[in-house]
């Protein structure tokens, strides 16, 4: 059977400061702690990790070094989307697997004959994405010529209506309808869009296409409803990450959490 399978991970959200807390959760530890139980817990080897955004805890280049130290520990390949607390330049000059340039990081990756679409949804204000209108006519032009059986897609941004009021009113990619009109034609080849920013594992379909977050490594919000616009921290979440298989028939997800570090209670 030809399939892939990756480990996704989001919003490691590394500071400068080895210290850097939040709701009992220091960004640093938790990183290791993944990192480590990926590196020597899995059973299997995976084809590569994908990290959907907030590689940094603000966009400083200070923190990027950092960060790749930490992450270059991984013994796979890990390919990277831009978060809104990430610089794309300093993404560019630290991190591996970009490609060169300035600007949005939009680019596109195989894994075999797998295409790997990645999307870079920073907006105009501090947490709500948009797509400007070249990138969705890059999008579409890079679906329309991609010749793969399957096609999987990563931004950063909450793509879908979730009915929670701080993720929909503060967290969207503000033109995802548009984002939906360039992706929909080609729901039968693409296997999944997958996404961060919201620090919790959630899955959805729109328009016939599955979406899915993995749990941040950071620390984890409340994605309760009714519970107003403001972003609530969950002090009682572990971080995680998930596993995807990918076949050109479909696609399994299964997510995990890790115990954190007991000394950064
Ligand atoms: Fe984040």
Request: net charge negative.
């Amino acid at each position: 059977m030809n399939s892939l399978r990756f480990i996704h991970i989001s919003d490691t959200h590394i500071a400068p400061i080895p210290d850097w807390e939040s709701y009992g959760h220091n960004a640093l530890d938790n990183a290791e702690t993944i990192i480590e139980y990926l590196n020597t817990q899995l059973p299997f080897e995976p084809d590569f990790v994908l990290h959907t955004g907030d590689v940094a805890f603000n966009p400083e280049e200070k923190a990027y070094p950092v960060a790749q130290k930490v992450l270059s520990k991984l013994k796979y390949p890990v390919y990277y989307v831009r978060g809104n607390h990430d610089h794309p330049d300093f993404m560019r000059r630290y991190l591996d697997n970009l490609p060169e340039g300035e600007g949005n990081l939009d680019y596109d990756f195989w894994i075999r004959d797998f295409h790997f679409v990645v999307l870079d949804t920073f907006g105009f204000t501090a947490t709500i994405g948009i797509l400007e209108d070249a990138q969705l006519e890059w999008l579409a032009s890079t679906l329309d010529g991609s010749a793969a059986e399957s096609i999987i897609l990563a931004v950063h941004h909450l793509p879908v209506i979730t009915g929670v009021e701080c993720l929909d009113e503060r967290m969207m990619i503000k033109n995802h309808g548009a984002l939906f009109d360039v992706v929909a034609p080609h729901r039968d080849r693409i296997r999944g869009m997958f996404f961060g920013h919201i620090h919790r594992q959630t899955q959805a379909i729109h328009r016939g296409i599955f979406c899915c977050s993995a749990a941040a490594v950071w620390f984890q919000l409340y994605n309760f409803p009714e519970s107003g616009l403001e972003f609530i921290g969950d002090p009682y979440g572990d971080p995680g990450f998930n596993m995807v298989t990918v076949t050109h028939e479909h696609c399994v997800v299964s997510s995990y959490t890790v115990p954190k570090p007991s000394h950064a209670e």
